[in-house]
C-alpha cells in the first residue's frame, strides 16, 4: 500500500487531455512538500517530468503540466500521443512520528487507444 | 555528461548480505546541492526509496528497511555503496541508484539503468 494514491489506470485518444492524480496527506502533500512526477517506458529506468509540483525539466514538452492543491497533485497530458504510453509515478516526501521518507506513489498505467 | 551505473550480483541467496555499488561520473559527491539515493522497483510493481546519502555523509534510510540498510561513499572513487542484510524473495527487485538535487527541490534528475537482482535459492 502506498503512502501516495494513484489511479492504476488511465486511457484516452490520440490527441485528447488526460489527468493522473496523486493524493496524500497532512504528513506529505498537505504539509507543503513538493511533488514531482516521472514517466516510466517499458524496460527503462524512469525520466523526470515534472518537479517542484509544476516545473519542466529542459526538453520536456509543455504538453505535460503539474498541479498540486491541499493534500493532492495532479499530472495533466494534452494532445495525447502514442509515445505518452508509459507507467506515470508521483513522488514526494513524507514526515511522521514513525520516521521521514521519500515516497512514491503505487503508479499509473497510460494507455493510449 | 552526467552518469550513475550500479553494479553487484545479479543472483543472491536468501539470508545472504547484498552489496551494490553506483559508479557515478559527470558530478562530484562533495557537491553540496547533490545527493544519491537508491531505489528498488519489484517486477511489475511500484518504486521505492530505500536509502540516502547527502554530500556531507549524513544519511537517511526507509523506516520499514532500517534495520537492514547501510549506505555509504567513497568521494575520491566516485562510488555510493549499499548493503542489504538477510535477503528474502520478496527482495527480488531492480535496484537503482539515482541524483537527487537542490535544484530539482530533491527530484532524481538522473537514474542509473537500474540493476536485477534476483534472491532464490
Known amino acids: 500500500q502506498s503512502v501516495l494514491t494513484q489511479p492504476p489506470s488511465v486511457s484516452g485518444a490520440p490527441g485528447q487531455r488526460v489527468t493522473i492524480s496523486c493524493t496524500g496527506s497532512s504528513s506529505n502533500i498537505g504539509a507543503g512538500y513538493d511533488v514531482h512526477w516521472y514517466q516510466q517506458l517499458p524496460g527503462t529506468a524512469p525520466k523526470l517530468l515534472i518537479y517542484?509540483?509544476?516545473n519542466r525539466p529542459s526538453g520536456v514538452p509543455d504538453r505535460f503540466s503539474g498541479s498540486k492543491s491541499g493534500t493532492s497533485a495532479s499530472l495533466a497530458i494534452t494532445g495525447l500521443q502514442a509515445e505518452d504510453e508509459a507507467d506515470y509515478y508521483c513522488?514526494?516526501?513524507?514526515?511522521?512520528?514513525?520516521?521521514?521518507?521519500?515516497?512514491f506513489g503505487g503508479g499509473t498505467k497510460l494507455t493510449v487507444l | 555528461q552526467v552518469t550513475l551505473k550500479e553494479s553487484g550480483p545479479v543472483l543472491v541467496k536468501p539470508t545472504e548480505t547484498l552489496t551494490l555499488t553506483c559508479t557515478v561520473s559527470g558530478f562530484s559527491l562533495s557537491n553540496a546541492r547533490m545527493g544519491v539515493s537508491w531505489i528498488r522497483q519489484p517486477p511489475g510493481k511500484a518504486l521505492e526509496w530505500l536509502a540516502h546519502?547527502?554530500?556531507?555523509?549524513?544519511?537517511s534510510y526507509s523506516t520499514s528497511l532500517k534495520s537492514r540498510l547501510t549506505i555509504s561513499k567513497d568521494t575520491s572513487k566516485s562510488q555510493v555503496v549499499l548493503t542489504m542484510t538477510n535477503m528474502d524473495p520478496v527482495d527480488t527487485a531492480t535496484y537503482y541508484c539515482?541524483?537527487?538535487?537542490?535544484?530539482?527541490?530533491?527530484?532524481?534528475?538522473?537514474w542509473g539503468q537500474g540493476t536485477l537482482v534476483t534472491v532464490s535459492s
Open positions: 539515482a541524483r537527487m538535487t537542490t535544484v530539482t527541490n530533491g527530484a532524481v534528475d538522473y
Open positions: 517542484g509540483n509544476s
Open positions: 546519502i547527502f554530500s556531507n555523509d549524513e544519511k
Open positions: 513522488q514526494s516526501y513524507d514526515s511522521s512520528l514513525s520516521g521521514s521518507n521519500w515516497v
